[in-house]
């Protein structure tokens, strides 16, 4: 079962476009939601994260929009650039938990 | 540089080998974790420490044993290796469970088991 469903799979966007990733989960003791960022090669790197008590979170390019009726959140990078180019992972927690859960991962490409 | 440290980089394994992934922070974290990657499958916890002399299973702990050898060390060892351990693996570590903070992930190991 998979508690945390993330979209799209991967996603091509040109350089000052908009890249929107969406995710959706089940578990409503989930209470905090981070987003990855992972180069290749390298370990995932925090990027940007919020808690269901605020519908966004804005940090410079980067937007996190929460939906906390619909069960969902999504990243938003506004003005895209060839540097942003990585794999995206959204994840969830719930109080208490040791546990992070990931979705499957967003591979974003940014053509120049 | 502070982080996680993870050794070693890459290794190739013949099926029915050992082996042990070393982890090591220098962040003063409580909590360590195991996670392995797989194309398409995003991050799956196997182990994880949630403080020094802990340890407890994650989501896919099967063929796996880990050591809490101090609060800076977290291993993962893989007592008969398999090629469905093929993987990259991934040290975690945060401040602790009541902070609800980021992980720092180390840059991984890649793993080929043939």
């Known amino acids: 079962q998979q508690q945390v469903k993330q979209s799209p799979q991967s996603l091509i966007v040109q350089k000052g476009g908009i890249s929107i990733i969406n995710c959706a989960y089940e578990n409503t003791a989930f209470d905090y939601f981070p987003w990855y960022q992972q180069f290749p090669g390298k370990g995932p790197a925090l990027l940007i994260a919020i808690r269901p008590d605020v519908s966004e979170k804005k940090e410079g390019r980067f937007t996190i929009s929460f939906n906390k009726s619909a069960k969902q959140f999504s990243l938003h990078i506004m003005d895209s650039q060839p540097g942003d180019s990585a794999t995206y992972f959204c994840a969830a927690s719930e109080g208490g938990s040791e546990k992070l859960v990931f979705g499957k991962g967003t591979k974003l490409t940014v053509n120049p | ?114």
Request: aromatic residues 12%; charged residues 15%.
């Open chain 2, 1 to 114: 540089n502070a982080g996680v440290t993870q050794t070693p980089k890459f290794q190739v394994l013949k099926t029915g080998q050992s082996m042990t992934l070393q982890c090591a922070q220098d962040m003063n974290h409580n909590s360590m974790y195991w996670y392995r990657q797989d194309p398409g499958m995003g991050l799956r916890l196997i182990y994880y420490s949630a403080s020094e002399g802990t340890t407890d299973k994650g989501e896919v702990p099967n063929g796996y044993n880990v050591s809490r050898l101090n609060k800076r060390e977290f291993s993962l060892r893989l007592e008969s290796a398999a090629p469905s351990q093929t993987s990259v693996y991934f040290c975690a570590s945060r401040p602790g469970p009541a902070h609800r903070y980021g992980y720092t992930f180390g840059s991984g190991t890649r793993l080929t088991v043939v």
